[in-house]
């Protein structure tokens, strides 16, 4: 059974910075495409940074410059280094990974960026 349990959420000032974490279970992130998405209130759920099973990456341009995404294989974990934050940032943000037509979805992790 696969299992995505994301952490580090909380609460900074703008400017500030957060490292999420997706930790997986019954499954390698390595080899697959793995996805930070997020959500805020009363918006659609959109994608913010991929990592490939290559390791390439892709980020949403409002994001570009300010949030890293990388894995530990060792920990079969994957991050989300956000730098930079702002308020447009607070959001609820899921990690998502597609595997056989599968799509599992984490409980997500708030972030929010307030002063």
């Known amino acids: 059974q696969v299992q995505l349990v994301e952490s580090g959420g909380g609460l900074v000032q703008p400017g500030g910075s957060l490292r999420l974490s997706c930790a997986a279970s019954g499954t390698t992130l390595s080899i697959w495409r793995v996805a930070w998405y997020r959500q805020a209130p009363g918006k659609q759920r959109e994608s913010v940074a991929t990592?490939?099973?290559?390791?390439?990456?892709y980020f949403k341009d409002s994001v570009k410059g300010r949030f890293t995404i990388s894995r530990d294989n060792a920990k079969n974990t994957v991050y989300l280094q956000m730098n930079r934050l702002k308020p447009r940032d607070t959001a609820v943000y899921y990690c998502?990974?597609?595997?056989?037509?599968?799509?599992?979805w984490g409980q997500g992790t708030q972030v929010t960026v307030a002063s």
């Open positions: 998502n990974v597609v595997m056989a037509g599968n799509n599992y």
């Open positions: 990592i490939t099973g290559v390791g390439s990456t």
